[in-house]
């Protein structure tokens, strides 16, 4: 790409120089990136402790649900980690007159920043990955462990937008999950005496409503079940019913019916995976089965726009990083410091700001996941190409 302008000695001056700023830049990287996700999930900790204490968790259990929340913090925090590592390792090199040395000799800077280009494309690489393949696996196993601590019994399982839940002598499946409308669709609710299936219901939908009193056959129907979990004044309405009643080999059809047997819109949303615990082909999934039942839940096509866009920051971050340290400009640790928190946050502010203008609609999910990225990116491109040589 760049041409060092060097001599043949002076070519392996650079690659010797280029390895050890590498190494120098991930050890930083690692300890600061390691360091700050190790602190944040202990702040996490700190912050839940008052609802564990009270069950007196072994400290191993505590620890080991603050190592299971580094990743996600981790993921969050590489592209900082990698924009202060970059002006902590070519400060150094300035303050040196490293960089100074090497254009004297007609060496290249930018070509002496290739390795970091690529180093940044495998640090997006692996940013993703993570996001993909670990993140979303360590939560889902910090969210059961919070649940065995809290000795919390686990009646519903969530994924997809599709819940199981057990309800003691019945089990109910719900194909899809509408928490933005307080309604479900395609309900199963089967009844069990013993081992043996004897009921089966079926629901086209069901919303979400206060008690109504019974008003004889007018085609509503009480469904015994338990309601100890389900804390709300309120059942569920389902329409489009048919009971395959298993026991006298029945069927009957009602328009709608009203049953306690499944909790309450809250109870299920709380079992419902957060958009961290599911990778962008889970998102994309879930998307896909709501816009099947016609409903365009924005915010989730926001969080898969985000997915893509967010592990770009680590490369962009490192480009604004090498750009600006080897300019020169940077004199002391404590300006490095603050210049990188003062990027960082204003990167963050941006980033943030236009994720919540889409959510609320008034940018596009496309707009508002892209928009910073590139405006960034277009920066951080900027600075690397007018370094001076």
Known sequence: M??????????????????????????????????????????????????????????????????????????????????LSSLFTFGQAGRRKETVAIKASGGSIKGLLVPFIYCGIFLALAAFLMSEFVAPNFSKKAHRLSDSITKREKILTVKEGTAWLRARDCIVKIDLYLPDKGAIRGVTIMKIEGDMLTDRIEADSGEWGPVLESRGDDGRRYLEGPSSSRPERGVWYLRGVTDYNIKSGTVTKFGEIRSDVIDSPNIIGRGMQKPEEMNARELLSYTKRLRDAGIKNTRLLIDIHSRLSFPLINIIMLLVGVSLAT???????????????????????????????????????????????????????????????
């Open 2 to 83: 760049f041409a060092l302008g060097l001599p043949e000695g002076g070519v392996t001056m650079i690659t010797m120089l280029q390895r050890y700023y590498l190494k120098e830049f991930f050890l930083l990287f690692f300890i600061i990136a390691l360091g700050l996700g190790f602190i944040s999930s202990m702040i996490e900790l700190v912050d839940k402790i008052e609802g564990f204490i009270q069950y007196n968790p072994p400290a191993s259990k505590l620890l080991l649900y603050s190592l299971l929340n580094v990743p996600r913090y981790l993921l969050y925090l590489m592209p900082v980690a990698a924009l």
């Open 327 to 389: 300019r020169g400009e940077i004199k002391s640790g404590l300006i490095t410091t603050a210049m990188g928190i003062f990027i960082s946050l204003l990167y963050w502010l941006g980033y943030t700001a236009c994720l919540s203008m889409g959510y609320t609609g008034i940018l596009s999910p496309v707009f508002s996941a892209w928009l910073v990225p590139v405006i960034f990116g277009g920066v951080a491109l900027y600075l690397f190409v007018t370094i001076p040589e």
